[in-house]
């Protein structure tokens, strides 16, 4: 039996093929080919645009596949009554960074507008037509919505009053001279199946697999593990200087005045962190790298 599995074309995709590395997935493209190989005989990889995801997976073309909650949601509005597909997880990594994806409202620094309420009867360009559409429509102010087919930060104030747009840092949007007035909504990558493979007991297996492992290489992401060896003496010292997911293994030592402890920490603390702990008098101390963490 085979997992039919989409991975999303376009600027997800880079991300989601070193995260299915970090979670034990080698997966190969040729860029010739939308069907990559990957290191797992029970899986059949195919590239798919994340905006047309979740049409595919509920259609039944495929098991499962990645997508942002933002394309869902288009598609869902889309499709009004005819999109059948349940999130099994939510990633939260992104193109750039492991974080959210914020869609946001955005027009020219000099633009008159400062609020939503200041646009009706604006034109304003996106590729997130319906979800932006019914952004509007809640707040009760009339626009016209138009889809943009990229490039969309150039647009305003010529082609259009204002966009809306994803951002991870907004340093583009400022690059191009516009400024936020309200976030539209946000956004992280989902792992969505349908209900006919979710009702096959061995593709749920599979697919839930797939997502704690996806899960673990995130938890991972900016995390250390550290070793080091303190006489029972100075424990409570190091203890003192030492966060941890719970808390530190300590294991004995051939000399019973030693014991050895064994932590995860924030990669960022480490270069304060090491120095402290040596004048606490810790010795052997040893940073190693982590690919998962299943909690």
């Not at 493209?29 to 997976?57: G, H, K, W």
């Not at 349940?86 to 990633?91: A, F, G, R, T, Y």
Request: hydrophobic share 45%; aromatic share 6%; charged share 25%.
């Amino acid at each position: 039996m085979k997992l039919k599995l989409g991975i999303p074309k376009g600027s997800l995709q880079d991300a989601t093929i070193q995260l299915f590395a970090r979670a034990g997935f080698n997966i190969y493209v040729n860029t010739r080919s939308y069907f990559p190989a990957i290191d797992d005989p029970e899986i059949d990889c195919m590239l798919i645009r994340a905006q047309e995801m979740a049409r595919y997976v509920s259609d039944g073309v495929l098991d499962a596949g990645l997508t942002g909650r933002d394309w869902v949601m288009e598609q869902a509005l889309t499709n009004t009554g005819r999109l059948s597909i349940q999130s099994v997880s939510e990633l939260v990594y992104a193109k750039q960074s492991f974080g959210r994806v914020r869609w946001v409202l955005a027009v020219p620094e000099s633009s008159r507008f400062n609020s939503p309420q200041d646009l009706e009867g604006a034109t304003i360009a996106t590729e997130l037509v319906k979800v932006t559409e019914d952004y509007f429509r809640r707040l009760g102010v009339r626009v016209n919505v138009e889809f943009s087919w990229g490039a969309t930060e150039v647009k305003p104030p010529v082609l259009a009053d204002a966009i809306v747009e994803a951002t991870e840092t907004g340093s583009t949007l400022r690059a191009n001279h516009l400024r936020i007035i309200d976030t539209v909504m946000e956004s992280a990558t989902q792992l969505i199946t349908n209900q006919t493979a979710w009702d096959d007991r061995w593709k749920q297996a599979k697919i839930g697999n797939i997502a704690m492992l996806l899960q673990s290489a995130i938890a991972a992401q900016g995390r250390v593990g550290m070793m080091l060896n303190v006489r029972q003496a100075d424990l409570a010292g190091v203890l003192g200087l030492l966060p941890a997911l719970r808390r530190p293994t300590i294991s004995p030592l051939a000399d019973n005045e030693w014991v050895a402890l064994n932590t995860i920490v924030e990669e960022a603390t480490v270069r304060d962190l090491i120095p402290r702990l040596k004048a606490a008098r810790a010795e052997g101390i040893v940073e190693y790298p982590l690919n998962k963490i299943v909690e």
